[in-house]
């Protein structure tokens, strides 16, 4: 059983910048893609940012490229997701998701293909 856990939400000013951390544990992860969704208040939870673990091909949402980065460490495991000149609208909570991929086989970005998700940690951004 796939198990996520979240670290490095907070609150911080408009312009500034923080680090996600994401931990996975429970499988080996070669096979899959981890994710980054987020949640506003009032607002569907959706796609920010994914990598394979195996290629470390990425993908992003329009609205944080050039600001945010996905990465992985093999050894520890890890997604991270370092958030650069952070906005007010950035404000969410911030979701890791893993998912079995295949090889070849483009990657979604709906929440609902992923069948593994950590608990969450919140993001503010103030003005």
């Known amino acids: 059983q796939v198990q996520l856990v979240e670290s490095g939400g907070g609150l911080v000013q408009a312009g500034g910048s923080l680090r996600l951390s994401c931990g996975a544990s429970g499988r080996t992860f070669n096979r899959y893609a981890m994710g980054w969704f987020r949640q506003a208040p009032g607002k569907e939870r959706s796609f920010v940012a994914v990598i394979t673990w195996s290629s470390g091909t990425t993908a992003y949402t329009d609205s944080v490229k050039g600001r945010f980065t996905i990465s992985r460490e093999n050894a520890k495991n890890t997604v991270y997701l370092q958030m650069n000149n952070l906005k007010p609208e950035d404000t969410a909570v911030y979701y890791c998701?893993?998912?079995?991929?295949?090889?070849?086989?483009?990657?979604?970005?709906?929440?609902?293909?992923?069948?593994?998700w950590g608990q969450g940690t919140q993001v503010t951004v103030s003005s």
């Open positions: 998701a893993a998912l079995k991929v295949s090889l070849g086989t483009m990657v979604p970005r709906a929440p609902y293909a992923y069948d593994s």
